[in-house]
């Protein structure tokens, strides 16, 4: 396992434009339904049930060598029924490829075209840093909690200390999810799974339209 490699690809200060999207915790918090350590668990645990489980399956699957790219960004497109969404994943995508290919420059960028996914992007840098699908499940399922563990912080002023022990307690259960994850990552496009979180589309949309915002998404 390419540990090093791992944790360079999951740390959350590569420059992928992740600091810039609160993966729709601002929306929640503006509603009134994030507000602190307690409630940013129950968002977070929703997040590792839906959001994490598709990413961290669909990131996998990219990494395959294998890997249908085109089929697999069509896949995550039906699975994001927000435009807003859709938009944050492929700038996402856009960043995490440029760091990418400065990093690994084997990154296939040219299958992948310009603006992917997130969890597509993350399967092709993956591949090309050499991890499994399984690492890259790992990394995928981690980003997908601690972004808006970051965001929390900033939004509403809540002691990191607090926040790293809810994540930290959150470890075992991302870990399953990428477990779960990694064992779909062979399976046809149709059928890797499917989780959606609809207040969360909503919310995109809602944020979306904000003309003063802390994050973009």
């Known amino acids: 396992m390419g540990l090093a490699t791992l944790l360079l690809l999951a740390d959350g200060r590569l420059p992928s434009g992740g600091h810039a999207h609160s993966s729709g915790l601002e929306a929640q918090v503006a509603a009134g339904r994030v507000r602190d350590v307690a409630s940013l668990e129950g968002f977070l645990r929703g997040k590792l049930a839906t959001g994490a489980l598709v990413s961290a399956a669909f990131a ?71 991890l499994t699908a399984a690492e890259t499940a790992v990394a995928a399922a981690h980003g997908t909690v601690t972004g808006p563990a970051s965001a929390a912080v900033r939004l509403l002023g809540l002691d990191p200390y607090a926040v790293h022990a809810l994540l930290a307690r959150l470890a075992p259960e991302c870990d399953r999810i990428a477990e779960l994850a990694a064992k779909r990552s062979g399976d046809p496009v149709d059928e890797l799974p499917a989780a959606g979180a609809p207040l969360l589309d909503i919310g995109a949309e809602h944020h979306a339209t904000w003309e003063v915002r802390l994050f973009a998404s």
Do not use: E, F
């Open 60 to 130: 996998a699957a990219a990494c395959t060598p294998s890997a249908d790219l085109a089929a697999l960004d069509a896949g995550l497109d039906a699975r994001t029924p927000s435009p807003a969404l859709r938009k944050a994943s492929r700038a996402q995508g856009r960043a995490l490829l440029r760091a990418g290919r400065a990093m690994w420059p084997a990154t296939a960028t040219a299958a992948v075209g310009r603006d992917p996914h997130q969890p597509v992007a993350l399967g092709v840098i993956a591949a090309a840093a050499g």
